[in-house]
């Protein structure tokens, strides 16, 4: 396993691709209103990517072995769908909750970032699931730090899912990031604390753990791509790519409008932020979306 290690010139290339990631998140919530298609949402975020931010949709005929390259820019996973959910003609609805997942490619390295978002009003276990989820994330994120043991992320997460009786899909997991799409380490959202590889200063990776509300197993659809529950339970992510400092962590896709951490994140999360930006979050968890 061979687990890159950025330097400094790259890091700053990383903090660049990834804002983008996360405005495209921004730029997009506005837009999720009942009514709209997920292909409309695709060539909304397609185009604000290639022409206002000037980069690359790194989904876009992805194909890693074993897959059809993929058809879209970004990844919209509605209700019951886990991830790699396809753009296309379906219309959402009130009540509707949906994971954006965007990935762009700026100067050769990648940003990887997805959010809640919620169509209308969602339903109590809805909120509830994405909430928590997001929790989780946040809980995995608190345990990077250089010397740290990646299954500290894992068994983080777990803990927390478990607690409200949810299931954390095992299937995909978080992975190193940069000038690759997806590299090493693998970052697994269960497992036992002080186990697997030990973070260093400069790595780079996701945390982006999907909870089910029901059992862990999944399914595929024919297309290839998509994933869903097998008992057909809502599912959440959320997802934020990390850089691993010798004190802890510095949250690479941050934007103005991302939700606020939760409360028990006492650390200053957008050290990479300017000064004047707004701060990092004034909306709950997974209501960035207008209503
Ligand atoms: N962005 C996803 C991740 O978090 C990967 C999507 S691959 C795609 O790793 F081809 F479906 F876009
Ligand atoms: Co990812
Ligand atoms: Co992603």
């Known amino acids: 396993m061979y687990i890159p290690i950025k330097d400094a010139d790259q890091i700053e ?58 058809p879209k820019s970004i990844c919209t996973s509605v209700n019951h769908q886990i991830c790699h959910g ?115 200063a400069g790595m780079i990776f996701t945390v982006e753990p999907m909870i089910n509300a029901g059992r862990r197993d999944i399914r595929e659809m024919p297309d290839g791509w998509t994933i869903v529950t097998r008992d057909r339970s809502l599912s959440a992510q959320w997802e934020h790519t990390v850089l691993v400092t010798e004190t802890g962590y510095e949250i690479l896709t941050v934007s103005p409008g991302m939700p606020a951490p939760p409360a028990f994140v006492a650390r200053q999360v957008a050290a990479s932020q300017p000064a004047d930006a707004p701060s990092a979050g004034t909306q709950a968890p997974g209501t960035q979306a207008a209503a």
């Open 13 to 70: 290339k990383m903090r660049a691709a990834c804002r983008d990631g996360a405005l495209v998140l921004d730029y997009i919530a506005p837009f999720v209103k009942p009514g709209v298609t997920t292909g409309e949402l695709d060539r909304l975020c397609h185009d604000f990517i290639v022409n206002e931010l000037g980069d690359i949709p790194a989904p876009l005929n992805y194909a890693p072995p074993g897959y059809t390259p993929f």
């Open 86 to 200: 396809i753009p296309g003609d379906k219309v959402l609805k009130a009540g509707d909750v949906l994971n954006i997942d965007v990935t762009v490619i700026k100067d050769g390295w990648h940003g990887d970032t997805s959010r809640m978002f919620y169509v209308g009003e969602p339903s109590v276990l809805a909120r509830r699931l994405s909430e928590v989820t997001y929790e989780c994330m946040w809980l995995g994120i608190e345990q990077v730090r250089a010397g740290a043991f990646l299954g500290d992320i894992g068994a983080a997460i777990q803990a927390h899912a478990d607690k409200f009786g949810y299931s954390v899909v095992r299937e995909f997991c978080g992975h190193g990031v940069g000038a690759s799409f997806h590299e090493d380490p693998q970052v697994l959202h269960y497992g036992k604390a002080g186990t697997g590889v030990q973070m260093e």
